[in-house]
């Protein structure tokens, strides 16, 4: 499910310190008056004084983010569960900036792991919405990485809504490859529900795994029942038949 962006906003600055809080607020004013469709010539980025390009003020504050975010002490009132507030800080920031596919491309293809994982979340918020293709390449770059928080990121609403049904059948193997619980898989049981070549892919999976001695993951068998719906209503069906 999605987190709509106000709850993710209030969440957050619940578990912030004072002082992040304040260094949040700025980042995403910064972030807003520097939209292509707001910002002045220059984008907020620094003046021109002849020297490398600096990057614009909104993307040091998306890199600078996991040093500006400090949760506050926990209390009975802040103890509930909220997403990592890096991650969210940052998905707020390219929410309020609405950079174009290359500016994400690039932030994705020069960022940490951390970075690369923000922007992978944040597309399924973006407004406008970044080009389907270029969103994609970066949800299928992940998906080729052993990265297991890159790869469940990957995987999120952005992936059950655009991606292709091999690349994301592929991805759901590769969750049970690497360890990641399908649990964290976006639309897991719409997109499985009757899936007979995801059903296949499932049970080769597990002979494969059972042949070698080695265990079957335990939520392999929930979406393979999901995967054969069909088969198994067929199998009801026929089972009742007077």
Request: glycine share 6%; charged share 25%.
């Amino acid at each position: 499910m999605l987190t709509p962006l106000a709850s993710l906003r209030t969440g957050l600055e619940l578990h912030l310190t004072a002082e992040s809080r304040t260094w949040l607020r700025r980042a995403l004013t910064e972030a807003a008056d520097a939209r292509p469709d707001t910002a002045a010539p220059g984008g907020g980025a620094a003046p021109d004084t002849g020297a490398a390009p600096r990057l614009p003020r909104w993307e040091l504050h998306f890199v600078t983010a996991g040093r500006k975010c400090h949760p506050a002490p926990r209390t009975s009132d802040t103890a509930a569960v909220a997403p990592d507030p890096v991650d969210a800080a940052r998905v707020l920031i390219l929410h309020a900036a609405a950079p174009d596919t290359d500016t994400l491309t690039r932030l994705y293809t020069r960022g940490t792991a951390d970075e690369r994982r923000a922007v992978l979340l944040a597309l399924p918020h973006l407004d406008p919405p970044p080009a389907t293709a270029g969103a994609l390449a970066l949800v299928e770059d992940a998906l080729r990485t052993n990265d297991t928080r890159l790869i469940a990121a990957a995987l999120g609403p952005y992936a059950a809504a655009h991606l292709q049904a091999h690349q994301w059948r592929q991805g759901v193997l590769k969750c049970l490859f690497t360890g990641v619980p399908l649990a964290v898989v976006a639309g897991l049981e719409h997109r499985a529900a009757g899936d007979d070549e995801l059903a296949r892919m499932l049970a080769d999976y597990a002979r494969e795994r059972t042949a070698a001695g080695r265990t079957v993951p335990e939520d392999l068998g929930h979406v393979l029942k999901l995967a054969r719906f069909e088969e198994i209503r067929e199998e009801i069906e026929e089972r009742d038949a007077p």
